[in-house]
């Protein structure tokens, strides 16, 4: 089993940034892949970006720009650092791992990007 606990949302202005945690109580190295994904109200859970265990990341085409995924073993942690924060980035962001043929989601952090 694995719990995730995500970190770092909160409200900022158009055109700035954060950067988003989620640690792992399982070994991070032990993980095949850790995802970031984001529900906006009213809309479906969309995916945002990915790292395997060997460190390779993926961002979803739409978010490359201004998004990047990576990740810390030794902290049992996952990043996603967001930048150029638009209003329309508002959403809940959730991380999720598979492990074993299970996949896991935290709770997920708020970001709300408001002037």
């Known amino acids: 089993q694995v719990q995730l606990q995500e970190s770092g949302g909160g409200l900022v202005q158009p055109g700035g940034s954060l950067r988003l945690s989620c640690i792992s109580s399982r070994n991070l190295a032990a993980i095949h892949a850790m995802d970031w994904y984001r529900q906006a109200p009213g809309k479906e859970l969309e995916w945002v970006a990915r790292?395997?265990?060997?460190?390779?990341?993926n961002t979803a085409d739409s978010l490359k720009d201004r998004f990047a995924i990576s990740r810390d073993n030794a902290a049992n942690t996952v990043y996603l650092q967001m930048n150029s924060l638009k209003p329309e980035d508002t959403a809940v962001y959730y991380c999720?791992?598979?492990?074993?043929?299970?996949?896991?989601r935290g709770q997920g952090t708020q970001v709300t990007v408001s002037s």
């Open positions: 790292i395997n265990a060997w460190n390779n990341g």
């Open positions: 999720g791992a598979s492990y074993l043929g299970t996949d896991y």
